[in-house]
């Protein structure tokens, strides 16, 4: 029995060990890939992070790369977008759901115009995250908000 627990102990170890050592040479695969601007590629090799590992760390980092890749490169904000609701629906607890949750608040504000919900986006995030390092830039963002609000009210008064 003492004999079969080893060797079972044994097998968990080389098998999670070699699960880590693929996921992070995937992950320097896919960082290459997107160093190199082979985005197609490299969006082939995040998305096979996505479905193959276990591991929560890989699979949001690629996930939050997926949409940056199609923020930055293919400037798709919808799919940009879902990719960020994957992170904040499925990983709520991940360091980059906060990354999240700011990006598509600033994705509505700056991209796609649309300000009331860039304004709940970045509410919900003083309200989530407090002490959090990009609390400025989000106060910033609605003080930029803002404005626009006041000129539609003017507009609107007239």
Do not use: G
């Not at 190199?36 to 998305?47: I, P, T």
């Not at 608040?105 to 796609?112: D, G, V």
Request: proline residues 2%; hydrophobic residues 35%; contains cysteine.
């Amino acid at each position: 029995m003492m004999i079969y627990r080893f060797i079972l102990t044994l097998f968990l170890f080389l098998f999670i060990s070699c699960n880590n050592n693929e996921d992070l040479n995937n992950w320097e695969n896919a960082q290459n890939l997107y160093n190199n601007q082979d985005f197609n590629n490299c969006l082939v090799a995040l998305h096979h992070i996505v479905n193959s590992s276990d591991n929560e760390d890989y699979i949001t980092k690629s996930l939050f790369l997926i949409s940056e890749i199609y923020l930055n490169e293919f400037k798709n904000y919808d799919i940009t977008i879902e990719f960020l609701n994957k992170i904040l629906w499925d990983y709520p607890d991940s360091e980059l759901a906060k990354r999240s949750l700011f990006t598509k608040a600033y994705i509505n504000s700056n991209y796609i115009q649309s300000y009331t919900i860039a304004q709940e986006l970045y509410n919900q995030f003083l309200s989530k995250y407090p002490e959090d390092d990009l609390v400025p830039s989000v106060k910033y963002e609605l003080d930029e908000l803002n404005k626009h609000s006041d000129t539609i009210q003017k507009l609107l008064n007239k």
